[in-house]
């Protein structure tokens, strides 16, 4: 069962990666990408040292790029590891998905040969997923396409945890090895398409022969390119666009010239497209497709004239990120849900409720409010503008936890309904359930979680939040409710996880237990969360005395 802290660990994680895959598209040289891809790893990945080995013309490798040690990076920069005696590596050892580790128990037989390597020496590991300083751990990078050339290898060493990376770490790695396929394919060709720029504006006497080297670029390249008028009336029309680009969009290239980006472009990304210089600009939004639907793409900038002195044209790299894209979301969306349920997680439900509440109790706004500090016309306490006697800080960005905020409160009444509408937080504890899981073993156990789950989600609004803590443990936020409402709610929950469950032909049964707390402006998350759970360990208590009674 995952830590509490895993969620926030893996959303660092993802932070640091989707940072570091960014600064791949920002080399303007393939020199600079490949100590990029070095860089990240060190920086993004929590490894020590990394080592970008890239394939020659004539197919050995050499050690292109380093990071972590100048003194190492002195050493083997430059080195040439031949092609052979890489793929005996590649062959080696536990596959991880693409990637490839070799345990020092087996990479000994290598260090004699003659890829270029860095280690030092260190004592034998104390527990099994110990690092040792002569594991190996290799990340191939592989070219876009189903013929899966190789372009080079990562080599990673020292997770700064000591530890043998996890499927976690395993994904990230692997995920950025290919995203730094890409970046470096890209800038291989970026790096084609300036020498044939270069050809077309300094060679006049091999004028022709820089076209046909130009349009054959832009015709078989992999992604999309696309060339547009700069000035004029017709600023930003397509005048020719590649195969691969019609192909993205699904247009043909006829259709094509009667646009521009802007008239492709999603309504909600139009501002950043017009933010994007014509020089160098660079970014990341969504262009419709024929059929209506719209995909992630990368567009790159730069302006190239037809001769030394005529028109200026825009030439736009148009590439596919909508897997990317589509990747991104579900790390994030696995970061913040449980695995087994797919209900929001401990992380994600903190997070909700963080957003829900703010430091400043409203009591205190009130007192404030009847003093002569707010000037406003609210007379509801659920909606007002700030109006605390202060001005946000110069430059601060709008929509602090002040700013136009809907103040939580709870009912005074106890258990008697006194009118007021709050942020009811149910804290929902299965009886029984342990019993299951001892009895008919974890595989029920898991059925009937998943069943209360479906059960908890079908019995709330939308809008409500039904979120799984750990274990058996389950809570739900639900807004607008009074104290009359929020008892209603946890009856009929209760009475909807009642009925048997049927796992495998046979029925089982929980009951379950629920506390009602209430999230008030001012309350810590944590505070709210343990006076929902305070709650639902009385009623516990008070139920298992009933029950006493009754026999």
């Excluded at 793409?297 to 028109?311: E, F, I, Q, Y």
């Excluded at 894209?325 to 439900?349: F, I, M, V």
Aim: aromatic share 6%; glycine share 10%.
């Amino acid at each position: 069962m995952e830590t509490e802290s895993e969620p926030y660990v893996r959303l660092a994680t993802l932070r640091q990666l989707h940072q570091v895959v960014a600064d791949l598209n920002t080399a303007r040289s393939l020199a600079d990408t490949l100590q990029t891809v070095a860089d990240g790893i060190v920086a993004g990945l929590n490894y020590e040292l990394a080592c970008v080995n890239l394939v020659r013309p004539d197919g050995d490798l050499v050690v292109a790029a380093f990071a972590g040690s100048p003194a190492a990076e002195a050493l083997i920069t430059g080195r040439v590891g031949s092609r052979a005696s890489w793929e005996r590596r590649l062959s080696m050892g536990v596959a991880w998905g693409d990637l490839r580790f070799i345990p020092h128990t087996e990479g000994w037989v290598l260090i004699e040969d003659d890829v270029p390597q860095w280690h030092t020496e260190g004592p034998a590991p104390r527990f099994e997923d110990e690092w040792h300083p002569h594991d190996r751990l290799y990340a191939p990078m592989y070219a876009s396409g189903s013929g899966r050339e190789l372009l080079g290898v990562i080599s990673v060493d020292r997770p700064r945890n000591g530890r043998h990376p996890g499927p976690w770490g395993q994904e990230a790695l692997q995920m950025y090895a290919s995203q730094s396929a890409i970046a470096i394919s890209n800038a291989r060709l970026r790096a084609n398409m300036q020498r044939a720029l270069v050809r077309l504006e300094r060679e006049q006497q091999a004028l022709r022969a820089s076209e046909e080297s130009f349009r054959q670029a832009f015709e078989y390249a992999p992604s999309g390119m696309a060339i547009a008028e700069m000035g004029g009336d017709q600023h930003g029309r397509l005048l020719r666009t590649n195969d691969a680009l019609c192909r993205l969009l699904g247009r043909p290239a006829s259709v094509m010239r009667r646009y521009s980006f802007a008239d492709l472009v999603h309504p909600e990304d139009i501002g950043t497209l017009l933010r994007t210089s014509a020089e160098g600009g660079r970014a990341e939004l969504r262009l419709a497709r024929r059929d209506g639907s719209y995909v992630w793409v990368s567009l790159r900038n730069s302006v190239v004239a037809d001769t030394a002195d005529g028109p200026r044209f825009l030439l736009t790299h148009v590439e596919d990120i909508e897997e990317r894209k589509r990747h991104e979301l579900q790390l994030a969306h696995r970061a913040s849900h449980d695995a087994l349920t797919g209900l929001p997680n401990g992380a994600e439900l903190r997070s909700r409720l963080s957003a829900r509440i703010c430091e400043r109790p409203y009591a205190a706004r009130a007192a404030d409010e009847f003093d002569g500090g707010h000037d406003g016309g609210y007379d509801s306490p659920y909606g007002h503008e700030h109006g605390f006697g202060f001005d946000p800080a110069p430059g601060a960005a709008t929509g602090g936890p002040y700013d136009h905020h809907v103040h939580a409160v709870s009912p005074t009444g106890g258990d008697i309904d006194d009118g007021t509408k709050g942020l009811a937080v149910l804290f929902c504890d299965l009886d029984g359930f342990k019993s299951i899981n001892d009895r008919f073993g974890h595989h029920t156990g898991d059925a009937v979680l998943i069943e209360v789950a479906r059960r908890l989600t079908t019995g709330v609004r939308d809008g409500d939040t039904v979120a799984r803590l750990g274990g058996d443990e389950f809570v739900v936020l639900a807004d607008g409710l009074g104290a009359a409402d929020a008892a209603d709610l946890a009856v009929r929950l209760r009475n909807a996880i009642i009925p048997p469950i049927r796992v495998e032909g046979r029925a089982v049964r929980v009951g379950a237990s629920f506390g009602i707390g209430w999230a008030e402006c001012g309350m810590t998350v944590e505070e709210v969360l343990n006076s929902a759970d305070q709650r639902m360990y009385i009623e516990k208590r008070s139920r298992a005395k009933v029950h006493r009674r009754a026999g």
